[in-house]
């Protein structure tokens, strides 16, 4: 073999060891700013960066209060809720909350409906109530629904006056995908009536 051809063969397994260099080095940074989140919320609540998710859910809940729960059953506190979804129906879009006999409720429907719901959007609800404390464990829930035919099928959240000795519960599946803000909407009494029946959690 010729010093020439030596050369030349050395050149080109040089130039590929390089290559492969580089290709493997954009390739590992390309990878570890991918696994980067896109975004990042700062100053947003837990259950509203839940609701703004991606979920193979229809309907999405979560519910919170903002400013905690109180100590003392006489005083007043207001719990948020959303209600989010994810499927274009015709049906009115439902809420209901579910409080305990002796809470008593200050502002707020406790049941309402939105009809003209766009897929994807996040309707607020807002009730003020008096006597959920931590003085005693309670619970109250928020449920969202739609009514197909004779069956109910949706989501809930539930949250208790104790946070430190139980948890809130928010349904639906969570991977970081922001819909928006959304504006409040004004909830009209409950409409019956719909289609045949829709796949969904049913709520019993």
């Not at 909350?97 to 008593?104: F, K, L, N, Q």
């Not at 449920?143 to 948890?167: K, M, V, W």
Request: glycine share 10%; with cysteine; net charge positive.
């Amino acid at each position: 073999m010729s010093k020439s051809l030596k050369i030349r063969i050395l050149m080109i397994a040089v130039f590929g060891l390089v290559t492969g260099a580089l290709c493997t080095h954009f390739i590992t940074k390309g990878a570890a700013l991918d696994r980067q989140p896109a975004s990042t919320p700062h100053g947003g609540s837990f259950a509203k960066s839940r609701i703004n998710s991606k979920s193979l859910s229809v309907i999405q809940v979560a519910l919170q209060a903002p400013q905690g729960i109180p100590a003392y059953e006489q005083d007043d506190v207001t719990l948020v809720g959303w209600v989010r979804l994810n499927q274009q129906l015709e049906e009115p879009l439902q809420f209901k909350w579910e409080i305990p006999d002796d809470v008593v409720v200050i502002e707020g429907e406790t049941t309402g409906s939105w009809g003209s719901v766009r897929k994807g959007e996040a309707l607020e609800v807002r009730l003020k109530i008096r006597g959920f404390s931590q003085e005693m464990l309670k619970m109250v829930a928020l449920h969202g629904f739609i009514q197909a035919g004779p069956t109910q099928f949706g989501n809930s959240a539930l949250l208790t006056s104790r946070p430190e000795d139980s948890y809130e519960i928010m349904t639906g599946e969570a991977s970081p995908a922001s819909v928006g803000t959304q504006k409040v909407r004004t909830a009209s009494p409950p409409a019956e009536g719909g289609r045949p029946l829709l796949r969904g959690k049913i709520l019993r």
